[in-house]
Every structure is written in C-alpha cells, then in structure tokens.
C-alpha cells in the first residue's frame, strides 16, 4: 500500500488513489482527496453526491447502482461527469471515501 | 521505441522498463487530429515502484526479495509450479493442449500479425505472442524435460534468475487470451493458453494475482456472492428497483421472478451489469416477460452472479465457482441454466466446466444468445424496427464468437431489429478482442487503463471508427452493441477516454436493449441517447 500527502495530511492509498480507512474519513478528508481529481472547490453540488454515497455505504457496504445515485440525488450522469470528471465509481467515490467499486461495473 | 528486446533482457538489474512506448510508435488512429489527444504513456515512473520493470505499466503487486536467497525461493517456487502444470494429477484442465503448445511450435510466425497487441505497440518484440511463448518452451525444455546440451542446442535456453521469473509473471498480463493467434497456427499452437498456463503458476502455486481478479474478485464472489460485493439482500433490492424503473420506463409490469423451483431457465447475469448498465438485466426481464418464458433468478451465494474470475489465472478458484452456479441450479431444479451478457462466463461454465462436472452435475446450460434468437424469431413478439433507425454496429465477444462459433443468432436478431446494422472488418470468428479481455477491463491501477485504452484495445478503436467512418458527425447517434460486460466496460472506457462520444456521437450497450428499443408493445424510447 503507497501513502499520499495532501494538504500536510498523510494517508494510506491503494494503487487507484482510493482511501484505505474508510473510518477516518471526514470533510477535510474529502477536500483533501478532491484535489486528486481535479476539484479545488468542493461545491454543493459534489457536497449532494458525496454525501448520498457515503450514507449508501454505510448502510450497504457497497456503492450504489449509478442509476439509484443519479435518481435519488437529481443528477444527469452527465452532470456527474461534470462535477467528477473520473465518474462516479472512480471519482465521486474517491473522494466520498468509498474503496475502489469491484467487479465489473 | 526503446531497442528490440532480447530474451536475456529479461533478467536485467538495472531500473530501466525493458520498453517503453511513445505515441509515435503506435499506429495512427482514424481520429480527428486537430482535437487533443490523450498523453501516453503515463509519465508515472514505473521503474521507482517495480524491481524488475517491463513496461509502462504493471498489473501485479509481486514480492520484493531482499537477498539472493530469498530470491532463489522464489524461483524454486516458480519451477515447482511449472512442473505441476505439466502432470496430469494437477493439470486436469489443460494437459495436453499445453503439452501440445510446448511441443510443436514451429517458429514461423504466422501468429505474430495476428495479434492485435503486438500490431497496435507497433510491433514491439516484448509483446510478440510467441515472446512469452518462447521463454516458456525454453524452461520447459530444461527444467520439465530434463534439458541437457543437446536439449540446448535444439531448443535454446534462457537465464532463470528472479529478474526473469518476476517480468514474466507481468508479461502473462499483457495478453487478452482472445486466442486469435491459436486461430491463425498451422499447428494449433495457443499462445494465449500458454499466458493463462504462465499465470496459473503464480496463483495457484505462489498466490500472485492481480488484486482485482483475486483478492476482490473470485474471493469476494466466494464469500458474499458476487465480485460486485453485493450480498444477497443488495442484489435483491437492486433488482427490484431495476423492476420499478422498467415499469415505469416500458409502461408494462415487470417484476423478476426470484427463487422460482421448477423454472424452465435459472437466468444468471455478469452482476456487474446490474449495478453498472441495469437497463441490461432490466431488458431481459422485459424480453422473457413479454415472451412467456418460464424464468427465474437465484438469491444463492454466486447464484446470481455469472462472473468466474478464475477462468483467467486460476483453475481451482474457477472450479469453486463453476460449482456453486450449479448447485444453485440443482437447488431449484430448473430444466437448464441460461447465461446473459457476459462471455468469460460463457467459457466458465458452458465449455471448460465440462473438464469439471460429472455425472448429474452435468446440467443443461445454453447461452443467452441462442435463447433470445429463438423469442425473437418465433414471431412472439412483435417489432417495429424503425424505432432502431441508427446506425449499429456489432462487437463479437471472443469467447462466444470465436471460442464456441455462436456468429449467426446475434446477426439475426440484428438484421430483425436494426435496419442500418453494418459489420465490423474482421468480424465473426475473425473479430479482434476489445482489448478488455481476461480481466484488463477490470484493471486500472498504474497505468493499466492508459494501456488497454492506449495499446490493446487500438484495434477494437480503429475498427469501430472504420464502422462508422461514413457518419462520424456527431449529430448522427450511434450504438457500438457489445453483447459482453467485459467488452462493454473496455469499450465504454475507451470512448471516454478519447471523448468519443462528445466528438463523433459513439454510445456502446448491449443486445437485449436493440431488442426492447424495437418492441411495438412497450413505450418507445427505452435507449436513451446520454453518456454512461
């Protein structure tokens, strides 16, 4: 496992970037791991996504259909792409805290 | 383009990757050349988190020995594996196609132009298909066979050292198995058995995988269900709200049967579909619903999920899970099990499972394609293919297409549903692998998403540009149908990641969802014309 610094903060990462303690993710945490992707502002509107993601993991362990994401939150996939240019699964998901989606979606 | 490789390169000490490719060395795609371009390679230093680098990128986390003893473990462990793989006892599988691999390679190099990654690096030595091959047949020859000066002299050799052993455990990564090249061999030689042989080696005799085939892949499968990690409870709560959208979407009641004894079909997807494209699944139950088919779905651990990780490195991992989709099966005692979308696991549990299964374990399977060509043919339902008025074009999944020669039923159903359905060139048995085969689609850490979306998914690129080279205005939609999870993800993300469909209007789905698009009896509009 590599470690990444961000902001002066160093976390524990696998290959993709993703965070590997989920337990200690919070909202700097999600600012700090946006940077990776390109956010340096965390609008709303990722706050929307960000948050619908992590609520659905905590409660399932898994990330959720992109469908159930885009219906529940009110976002166009497009939009999504938009706000996370990596995607849901790659982006949104990285910076929610959420591991690496497996399988193959 | 770094010099020519040799086979001693392979045991090098030094940091360098033994290639490394620019984008001048790979073939020119028919793209818009005043629009950006993706940088490739990635500039990420390889050689600063590998030992031993190959190339541009990497698919495993290998060990890092500290001593020449540790190495020489290693490579014992290596040869110890090698020799199960040539006895009987331990290599039920795939005996003697390998022993003839071994045996009668003839060195012509017919092979070599059939290979798409090797044409699209811009013939890179390093990815030659008989390369892996030939280093291989050398150990073979010394370390199985006995060697000897002769066995040299006859054979060739090569320096078995940890450098060597450790770039090729990556090099077996850098085939598709699409077996393309078997296909081309006057002898019948198969390259791409001999990288799945290479790769069984390090996972079953030295647990070397690659993270997302085994750790979470067939092991997350094993134990929660799916590779997904949807347990049984998710998968169900998914579907039904994949049931609640088809309603909604197609104006007819779709609820998916779950659990049914006694069903005529145990229909089992790739899982994968169901969270990433569930308009998949979704069109399914639209189909056989509409059909009157009797179906269900399994809420057993794997059950419902087809995927078979271990058909790409693993045959006691493929053997686990060939199982329990078969007890699933028994369990309900349904008349035949039917695979969806997704070809590895047409290959897993219609053709290699037979070196399995015995006696009443021998259930009927049939894949999805079969089954759809007959509902659609038998008049059942009824179509109105001008709802399809796009032009389509169809990717052949190498293990339905070329490995169990299922050409024409997806071509029926096209000709019937699509009126302006065109052929790739080459297509059928002949087609060229999506560049996402055996398990690339899934991996993506260190550059490996640069890779197949760079080098071995170029050929899938230029044929589907070459498809639709007479309306690539952007305006003018298109649909790349790729019947497989697999082809579908490496396709998906190589139209992102040239912005494809932005700048020439190319969208990528499966089959079923041309069949419900074309259903008089449902709403129209069931393909919907945005990025996914």
Redesign the interface.
Known sequence: MATIELNGRTYTVDENGFLQEPEIWNDDVARDFATTEGITDMTDEHWVLVRYLRDYYLKYGIAPMVRKLCKETGFRLAQVYDLFPSGPANGACKVAGLPKPTGCV | MTPRTRFSDLSRRDPERLLHLEPADLPPLPLDTTAPSRPFPVTRPIAD?VAYALDDTRAL?LPNPKTREEEDELVRAFLSGMEKLFSRENNWTFLQPLVLSMEHCAHCQTCSEACHVFESSGHAELYRPTFRSEIFRRLYFEYVKGGGLVSAWQHGSVDLDWPLVARLAELAYRCNLCRRCAQTCPMGVDNGLIAHEIRKVFSQEMGIAP??LHA??SM?QLKAG??????PA?VKD?VQ??DE?MTEKTGTTIETPWDVEGADILLIH???????W?ENPGAFGVILNAAGVSWTMSSEIAGY?A?NYGLWYDDAQMARVALLHVQAARKLKVKKIVVGE?GHAHKALLVTADRLLAGDMRITRESFLTVLRDIVMSGRLKFDPDRNDFPVTLHDPCNMVRLMGIVEPQREILRRVCPRFREMHPHGVDNYCCGGGSGF??M???GFRDWRSQVSGRKKLQQILDAFSDCLDPSIHKYVCAPC??CK?QIRDML?YHDLWKRHGILYGGLVELVVNAMEDVDPGFIEW???
């Open positions: 988190t986390a993270g997302e979470a892949g997350l799916s590779s997904t990690g949807m347990i998710a998914n709200f994949i959208e790739n899982a994968g579909e169901i969270l990433a569930p999920d995927v997704c689609a899934i993506s850490g260190s999870s697999n993800g992102a945005e990025w996914r």
